[in-house]
């Protein structure tokens, strides 16, 4: 079993940044890959970006590549999605997910384990 908390999520202006962060339960978590997906209103879930127990692969959405980074650290448990440059297009509900096979969270958008998800808002 595993419990994620997201957090990190506000409003800022378009250009700027933000950090999510996301904390993660349970013994195992360098087994799991870790990912961050998200959803506007209206609008179906997207995968934005997931990353390796052991963070050699990483895999990120078009639309984001260039402006956002996602890290982990094994020893906090915790996953990080650096967001810059942002847009009124990055506004979004995000949620960080684990799944032992990054395969399924990137190419197949699926996960066995969803935190609760930040709200990120961002002003034209």
């Known amino acids: 079993q595993v419990q994620l908390v997201e957090s990190g999520g506000g409003l800022v202006q378009a250009g700027g940044s933000l950090r999510l962060s996301c904390a993660a339960s349970g013994r195992t978590f360098s087994s799991y890959a870790l990912g961050w997906f998200r959803q506007a209103p209206g609008k179906e879930r997207e995968f934005v970006a997931a990353?390796?127990?052991?963070?050699?692969?990483?895999y990120l959405a078009d639309s984001v590549k260039g402006r956002f980074t996602i890290s982990r650290d094994n020893a906090k448990n915790t996953v990080y999605l650096q967001m810059n440059s942002l847009k009124p297009e990055d506004t979004a509900v995000y949620y960080c997910?684990?799944?032992?096979?990054?395969?399924?969270?990137?190419?197949?958008?699926?996960?066995?384990?969803w935190g609760q998800g930040t709200q990120v808002t961002v002003s034209s």
């Open positions: 997910t684990a799944d032992p096979n990054i395969i399924r969270v990137a190419l197949q958008g699926r996960s066995d384990y």
């Open positions: 990353i390796s127990g052991s963070g050699g692969t990483i």
